[in-house]
């Protein structure tokens, strides 16, 4: 199976900052990569589909970015509402999942 | 609005058997894959199963295989898994989840294997 190595695990950040976040897969996925933001108690939400293409709904402040084994996911300016735990997946193959990041407010 | 809700989980002594159901809304279900994840307490997320629209093309976790059965009823816009041989290490979070790229998620149901 292909690892996927999410960081960091934990962020904090202010209000109106530029937040980052990585994922690393072993082996090219060919950009078959989703970002999900999943806050407490609640399902896991579809943020962005394959490396770069914004799931309906979602707020443009969130884009992704990457190709080949590295993919970042990018939030413009965090927002209160953004406090939650985000995680990549693979679908290139057999689907594998990013440990996961926690971000915090500042 | 899509929705997906799980139901059939609780508390199961190891080597016992478990049918989880997803019921879906919101979306044809017959046209879409269907996929269970699971997620152990404080572990990250594991794939499970998949299922194509029609069931023709049927994928397992190596953890699960030949213990666990996805299965789906179109007719009836519900997803099963079909859990035996429980181990405690079964014990987790149970999510469905639609298509090969896993667009929409339910809220998930509680499995744990304890004697």
């Known amino acids: 199976d292909i690892q996927m190595t999410q960081s960091p695990s934990f962020l904090s950040a202010s209000v109106g900052d530029r937040v980052t976040i990585n994922c690393k897969a072993s082996?090219?996925?060919?950009?078959?990569l989703n970002w999900y933001q999943q806050k407490l108690g609640e399902a896991p939400k579809l943020l962005i589909y394959?490396?770069?293409n914004l799931q309906t709904g979602i707020p443009s402040r969130f884009s992704g970015s990457g190709s080949g084994t590295d993919y970042t996911l990018t939030i413009s300016s965090l927002q209160p509402e953004d406090v939650a735990t985000y995680f990549c997946?693979?679908?290139?193959?057999?689907?594998?999942f990013g440990a996961g990041t926690k971000l915090e407010l500042k | 609005e899509v929705q997906l809700v799980e139901s059939g989980g609780g508390l199961v002594q190891p080597g016992r058997s478990l049918k989880l159901s997803c019921v879906a809304s919101?979306?044809?279900?017959?046209?879409?894959?269907m996929n269970w994840i699971r997620q152990a307490p404080g572990k990250g997320l594991e794939w499970v199963a998949y299922i194509s629209s029609g069931s023709s093309y049927i994928y397992y976790a190596e953890t699960v295989k030949g213990r666990f059965t996805i299965s789906r009823d179109n007719a009836k816009n519900t997803l099963y898994l079909q859990m035996t041989s429980l181990r405690s290490e079964d014990t987790a979070l149970y999510y469905c989840?639609?298509?090969?790229?896993?667009?929409?998620w339910g809220q998930g149901v509680m499995v744990t294997v304890s004697s």
């Open positions: 394959n490396t770069n």
């Open positions: 989840a639609r298509h090969a790229f896993l667009d929409y």
């Open positions: 082996q090219n996925i060919n950009k078959y």
């Open positions: 919101g979306f044809t279900f017959s046209n879409y894959g």
């Open positions: 997946l693979q679908h290139s193959s057999r689907p594998t």
